[in-house]
């Protein structure tokens, strides 16, 4: 059994939507298709949630009218019986009608969290009655009859994995199953989500629960790129890599894929391929244990990203200090991304500013605490860079004339870590591609 994903792009147009029928009618072992919601939906969502959490209820009563417009002209090219018509205008109404009675609700986390859930809920049903409408047999799996997070916001993948396969018993000689990304239920049994990009979270974890023989990513590109390419024009798919150097890749901000997408397929060993909707034909990236080659593979960067610096006399030849600070950071679950020391002083990253102030005010009982906000993490990641002394020569021969505020290097033989200023991070980018691939 494998696992095809389609993001939002992907089924974001009804021809789009129709080829993924055909990309799916290719197989021949069966598979659970994964799809996120219609491209630019959980964006409306998110602005409609947030609206409403500020009272501004005329504005998000115009974005759901506007939306439901988008999804009547959706299904009208989509499908072409008026029967199934109906059955689609049915699923609007209720979805819509949803929407505009949390209009009247007094606003709460877990209200919004039902709010970015219709998007995946929306897409996974429309696309169903165009199943059926061509008679393709298939069974919809309601995610959130199974897909789970713990208290810690985890997933629970051993009951993930019993819940799913007891469903998959109930339909054994079926060949296709069509569920939901992102969204899952918490531990107070209401919606919740695994944060924005999930459904490659989704697809992963899927994978690992049913053990499939592979863990199809198909997106808006020909897999991942050698860097980032809404900042650089010149860039190239990489054909192999490793899980290591594909997760150093999306935690660092290659938005291919979610941040933790990888763990579940890299701990079950299966492959992770990603393909390309709008060009099925090409190679587009394998992720596998073992890396190809010694060498760069890619280069990525992660925006919004705030400096911290403890200075402190104290620091030298002290012991425990480091243990002091980092409980800080954990006292308020905030993880550090990088992190560098000198004998006085230590830099750590962060990329949320949302428990900034008690973290500021309570380092500051160990040193004088700097902070500098809107820096960016230019990743360089590839196999055993660390070690290739030529590797290191030519990227700091071409990151020349820009302000580097810390590097993180040794940390891990895959990845050596620039942080800037993030007015440098297009430049940054350009100059590695340039040094790096000899790309200009
Ligand atoms: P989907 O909606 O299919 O999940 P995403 O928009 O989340 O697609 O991810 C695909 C996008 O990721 C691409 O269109 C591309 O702009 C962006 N991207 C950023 N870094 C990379 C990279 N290194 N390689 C490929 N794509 C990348
Ligand atoms: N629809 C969600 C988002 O836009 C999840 C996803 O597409 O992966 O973030
Ligand atoms: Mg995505």
């Known amino acids: 059994m494998k696992v095809m994903k389609f993001g939002g792009t992907s089924v974001g147009k009804p021809e789009r939507m129709q080829q993924v029928v055909s990309l799916i009618q290719k ?22 949630s947030e609206e409403i959490a500020h009272g501004d209820r005329i504005s998000a009563k115009q974005k759901i009218d506007l939306l439901e417009k988008k999804y009547r002209q959706f299904i009208k090219a989509l499908l072409s019986q008026s029967a199934s018509l109906e059955k689609a205008n049915t699923i609007l109404a209720e979805h819509f009608e949803f929407l505009n009675i949390i209009l009247k609700i007094s606003f709460s986390e877990a209200l919004s969290k039902d709010i970015l859930a219709q998007g995946e809920l929306l897409s996974t049903k429309l696309f169903s009655v165009y199943l059926e409408e061509k008679g393709v047999e298939h069974v919809l799996l309601p995610a959130l009859e199974y897909m789970s997070i713990d208290h810690n916001h985890e997933p629970q993948i051993g009951s993930i994995k019993v819940k799913l396969s007891q469903r998959l ?3 054994k000689n079926k060949k296709l199953f069509i569920t939901q990304g992102y969204i899952c239920k918490n531990t107070k049994g209401e919606i919740d989500n695994l944060k924005r990009g999930g459904s490659d979270y989704t697809a992963s974890l899927i994978a690992a629960a049913i053990n499939a023989s592979v863990c199809e990513i198909w997106t808006d590109i020909d897999g991942m790129h050698n860097n980032d390419p809404r900042v650089v024009k010149n860039t190239k798919a990489v054909e192999q890599m490793s899980f290591e150097e594909a997760a150093e890749l999306a935690y660092f901000g290659a938005k291919i ?11 079950y060993n299966i492959p992770v391929k990603l393909l390309n909707t709008l060009e099925p034909e090409a190679k587009g990236t394998t992720i596998v244990h073992k890396a190809s080659g010694v060498g760069v593979k890619a280069v990525a960067a992660k925006d919004n990203i705030i400096a911290i610096r403890i200075k402190s006399s104290r620091m030298l030849l002290a012991f425990g200090f480091l243990r002091k600070i980092f409980e800080v950071f954990e006292k308020y679950k905030v993880p550090i991304d990088m992190v560098t020391t000198s004998e006085v002083a230590v830099s750590v990253t962060i990329d949320s500013e949302d428990y900034l102030k008690d973290i500021v005010r309570e380092l500051s009982a160990y040193g004088t605490v700097e902070v500098d906000k809107k820096q960016t993490i230019i990743s360089v990641v590839g196999n055993e860079i660390a070690k290739t002394d030529l590797i290191v020569k030519k990227l700091f021969g071409s990151i020349m004339h820009i302000p580097i505020r810390m590097v993180a290097y040794g940390g891990s033989p895959h990845n050596i870590s620039l942080l800037v200023p993030a007015e440098y991070k297009d430049q940054l980018l350009l100059q590695l591609n340039k040094g790096m691939f000899s790309l200009s």
């Open 169 to 171: 018993q109930k339909h």
């Open 257 to 267: 894929l979610h941040p933790a997408s990888i763990w579940p397929a890299q701990q």
């Open 27 to 48: 197989n021949t072992e069966p598979v659970i298709v994964v799809l996120s919601a219609i491209a630019g939906t959980t964006n409306i969502l998110t602005e409609i």
